[in-house]
């Protein structure tokens, strides 16, 4: 059965402390499917486009200068219900905040450094895949 996507990224912190394992591990064991998966760094100007909805926010240049200063790891992740199942997953924006056993609780160091981005709407997932992602770049896998 094929669900709904959601996009995720590991972080350049998380990335750099050797996190990519246990956290693909946990997406996993929480069942969603990898559809598509990247392993690079963005530009300046592409982490500005990536966050563009938050061009104006005191925290925007240091976002976007922390976002591209090193590779992450991009996926596409399908499961029923995906968007919200990974907010869940993954916890509040401020590790601090996030539930014990959430991704940002048990690999992030702080609101900048919270180890993972997560779609937060439908409509932005499918935004935020096509960024990545070509239709070519995706597999459906079977049951
Ligand atoms: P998310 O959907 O939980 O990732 O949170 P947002 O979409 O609101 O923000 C995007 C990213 O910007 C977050 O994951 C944080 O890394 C960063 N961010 C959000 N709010 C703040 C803030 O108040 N201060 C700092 N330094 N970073 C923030």
Redesign the pocket.
Known sequence: MTGSITLTMI?PYAVQNGYTGPILAKINEAGFRIIAMKYLQMTLQQAKDF?K??EG????P??VE??SSGPVVAAILEKKNAVQDY?KL?G???PLKAEEGTL?KLFGA?????A?????SDENANVEADFFFSKLERFQLMD
Do not use: C, P, W
Request: aromatic share 14%.
């Open positions: 972080k966050y909805v938050h926010q005191n925290f925007y240091r976002l922390f976002m907010r993954i509040a924006t401020d940002r702080s609101i900048e450094k919270n993972v981005h997560g779609s937060d």
